[in-house]
């Protein structure tokens, strides 16, 4: 039997990651950082919470459909 010269990964891509990366492309936390501010007494930047909250919503709205 032959091998086959070319191996395919399959990836399960959920919606999270999805929007995620969408997120990423529109450099919303970027954005919003500009907007808001960074202190240095934060550990996490204003554009990183806002995108774990849309993440966490949507993670959370979707398990009950």
């Known amino acids: 039997m032959n091998k086959p010269s070319e191996v ?7 919606h999270l990651e999805i929007v995620a990366g969408i997120i990423d ?13 960074i202190s240095n007494k934060e550990t996490l930047s ?3 919470v806002m995108k774990a909250m849309i993440l966490n919503g949507l993670g959370f709205f979707c398990k009950f459909y």
Do not use: A, F, H
Not at 25 to 36: D, F, G, R
């Open 8 to 14: 395919i990964n399959i990836v399960n891509l959920d």
């Open 25 to 37: 492309e529109m450099e919303l936390v970027e954005e919003i950082n500009k907007k808001v501010g």
């Open 46 to 48: 204003p554009g990183q």
